[in-house]
């Protein structure tokens, strides 16, 4: 019954399906509070601190508080902004965010997502859209400070995502495929995970990846000692819970991503499919906030030259590397 | 890029960027009015004066007892050596003799100081540029010094502890063994923190090269303390112009080579380790008994005329100028502030740079806007 992709659609299927996106939705909300908790007590831990830990049992609901704070204060809009894209544009940034998630395998079978044959395709065309969002929430704010944020971020989300298009591309050429689960099939098939053969893949992945989710040493666009809040400056209550969420989302996304492609996605011994996916996606997250614990933030004019002459002649060293492999071997 | 605008209705300007005076790294309340073409600073104003209080002029009205606590407010950070400059020129104008033990005690919660300040110095330099931890790891050292100084003067920060003539308080019992118990901790400490921050090549690549001047340059803007010690400027008024006991002591005085972000960083872990030998030395050699205040007069004239000293704060030369007429209240007190003086170089350092660089810079001058406002 949750194979759907097989079955011809009917009402009850749909209304299964309708369910499926809501539960989805409701999860990644939960796993990003939880994320954000997590974070907190494992730096604060990292840093010699307490963290979180007087909203409810150790803390655990003090995100859940902090959301319904942001939720609940005034929605401001500065007077000189431009009011439509100002409005407009935590959507464009959180919507894509959302999408992803929808091919992400989660399981063998593809619960409640869609098992689309151009998984990853889809991941990076949607997450550039994101980048709108950002860039046009940080013109449209009318503020300094958000403008400079905005665009470092659509510099630097631009030109990271060459690289990491071009390290899933040799994943594409080992595996024959874009399909998510096909690929996870076949690191199954050949028995060991794509991080091992694509070395040089995954190691461009990562860094471009955290660059593509401005975190530490990557985070100019917010770097809040050069440019005080970045893109979001401007924005209060909810409308920044939108641009926070995103963030969030796409670290849960991109572990997922990291997970399927180099990691063996849900396959593993022993244990159920969906825990060995979550085990991998944890210590993703894991290895971000260890990053964010001890790097300082690397320097705005060597973030494009780090991507164009290292990162990117890298990728491609990989990719040809594995095409003449493929071709010979 | 101007030829291609040319034909288009595309306008191209400056933007002024105020950086503050409400402002995450400006380490206060300080204003800095940057006209930016894209990221490059084209021109750099600070503006001061937003934590005004009027010390110099305040003093005219108080003994010279009572500015002690004014003292404590300019850098908040090293109170004591401020307290102690302020001391240091009432006894140089009285030709006080200072007892053994206070003498002593004095060199001791100065350098506790001086580590304090610089740790956090070396900290919130951090934290500007993107890392957070260090920051809330230099807390935990700091609240041992804070704490010690906390038992022997009664305050954590702003302290009040000198008075002319000696210390308000002698050592509580068991105090200078806390302290010989903190400084090898310490020394570990200091190892730690070179080994993480020094060797990290996003903060070597951050701060080399970046906001460097030679050292007739420094002397021309009147520099002091580190960032004139950081050109390879030879310049430590405790060695140059040996005050209280530091004669005695055997420390040396580290220079930097290049002038750069980093020297200036680096200077700051170099002088821990320094401060750490003096405390070690002045712990072991301190009298175990002995009057901590000297003989001095009940109401404290100055002589008519004029007196400065000046000593080495944390963050440079410390000066008090005292202009007196004989009464009991200086009729003109100027005070030499390092950060202020520091702080002049700025405009000049940062014409050209990136706004990224701004923060390295000005976090490397390294600041106090108590003291730069007075």
């Known amino acids: 019954m949750w194979n759907w992709e097989k079955t011809p659609l009917t009402w009850p299927h749909f209304l299964v399906m309708l369910l499926g996106t809501v539960i989805i939705l409701l999860l990644a909300l939960g796993v990003v509070t939880y994320t954000i908790y997590w974070q907190r007590r494992i730096i604060a831990w990292m840093q010699g601190r307490i963290g979180p830990n007087r909203t409810g049992p150790f803390g655990l609901l003090q995100t859940v508080a902090d959301v319904l704070k942001l939720l609940i204060k005034e929605d401001i809009v500065p007077e000189k902004a431009d009011r439509v894209l100002f409005l407009i544009a935590p959507i464009i940034a959180f919507v894509p965010s959302f999408v992803v998630l929808s091919i992400i395998p989660f399981t063998m079978t593809h619960v409640f997502t869609a098992g689309l044959g151009i998984g990853v395709l889809l991941y990076i065309g949607f997450s550039a859209i994101t980048i709108h969002g950002v860039m046009l929430g940080g013109w449209a704010s009318n503020n300094k400070y958000a403008l400079l944020g905005g665009m470092r971020s659509a510099a630097q989300m631009l030109s990271y995502e060459i690289p990491l298009g071009l390290s899933i591309v040799g994943i594409v050429l080992m595996s024959g495929t874009l399909d998510l689960n096909q690929i996870v099939l076949k690191q199954q098939q050949m028995g060991w995970w794509f991080a091992g053969p694509q070395f040089l893949g995954f190691i461009v992945f990562l860094i471009a990846g955290t660059a593509e989710l401005n975190r530490t040493p990557f985070d100019l666009p917010e770097a809040e000692s050069e440019l005080v809040g970045g893109y979001h400056t401007e924005y209060t209550g909810f409308r920044f819970a939108f641009f926070m969420l995103t963030e969030y989302v796409y670290l849960f996304a991109m572990g997922a991503l990291v997970a399927t492609l180099f990691l063996g996605g849900w396959s593993g011994p022993f244990l159920p499919g969906w825990l060995w996916f979550t085990i991998k996606v944890f210590l993703y997250i894991n290895f971000q906030f260890w990053l964010q614990a001890s790097m300082p933030r690397i320097r705005a004019d060597r973030l494009m030259t780090f991507s164009w002459k290292v990162l990117l002649p890298l990728a491609l060293i990989n990719l040809v590397l594995t095409a003449v492999l493929k071709v010979f071997v | ?374």
């Not at chain 2, 140059?240 to 960083?265: A, H, L, M, W």
């Not at chain 2, 004239?301 to 410390?318: M, Q």
């Not at chain 2, 200086?330 to 740079?353: A, D, M, T």
């Open chain 2, 1 to 374: 890029m101007s030829s291609l605008l040319e034909n288009t209705n595309i306008r191209e300007e400056e933007m002024i960027l105020n950086v503050g005076p409400q402002h995450p790294s400006t380490h206060g309340v300080f204003r800095l009015v940057v006209k930016l073409d894209a990221e490059t600073i084209v021109e750099a104003e600070p503006v001061i004066g937003y934590l005004h209080r009027g010390t110099e002029k305040l003093a005219e009205d108080l003994q010279y007892t009572q500015i002690i606590p004014y003292t404590d407010r300019l850098d908040y950070l090293s109170a004591m050596l401020n307290n102690y400059a302020l001391c240091r020129t009432v006894e140089e104008a009285l030709d006080l003799e200072i007892p053994e033990r206070a003498e002593h005690l004095r060199v001791i919660v100065m350098e506790l100081n001086r580590i304090g300040s610089h740790l956090l110095a070396v900290g919130s330099y951090l934290l500007d540029l993107g890392a957070m931890s260090p920051f809330l790891y230099v807390f935990q050292e700091r609240e041992q010094i804070v704490q010690l100084l906390n038992e022997i003067s009664g305050a954590r920060l702003t302290y009040n502890y000198m008075r002319v003539g000696g210390v308000k308080w002698d050592a509580p019992p068991g105090w200078l063994d806390r302290v010989r118990e903190f400084l090898p901790f310490m020394k570990e400490r200091i190892k730690m923190y070179d080994k993480l921050i020094t060797g990290n090549e996003i903060f070597v690549d951050r701060t080399r090269k970046i906001g460097i001047y030679d050292t007739e340059k420094a002397l021309s803007y009147g520099l002091s303390g580190i960032n004139l010690r950081s050109t390879g400027f030879k310049w430590d008024l405790r060695r140059n112009k040996p005050y209280s006991i530091y004669d005695r002591f055997d420390f040396e005085i580290p220079v930097g080579q290049t002038g750069d972000c980093f020297d200036r960083y680096y200077l700051h872990i170099l002088e821990m380790e320094q401060s750490v030998r003096i405390v070690e030395q002045a712990v072991a050699q301190i009298p175990s008994s002995g009057a901590i205040l000297g003989k001095v007069p009940k109401m404290i004239r100055v002589p008519a005329g004029e007196y400065y000293t000046g000593i080495e704060g944390s963050r440079g030369e410390l000066g008090f100028y005292i202009v007196s007429d004989g009464k009991d209240k200086p009729y003109r007190l100027k005070i030499r502030k390092p950060s202020f003086v520091n702080l002049q170089i700025l405009p000049e350092l940062l014409r050209g740079q990136s706004m990224a660089n701004l923060i390295a810079i000005l976090g490397a001058i390294d600041i106090v806007l108590g003291e730069v406002d007075g």
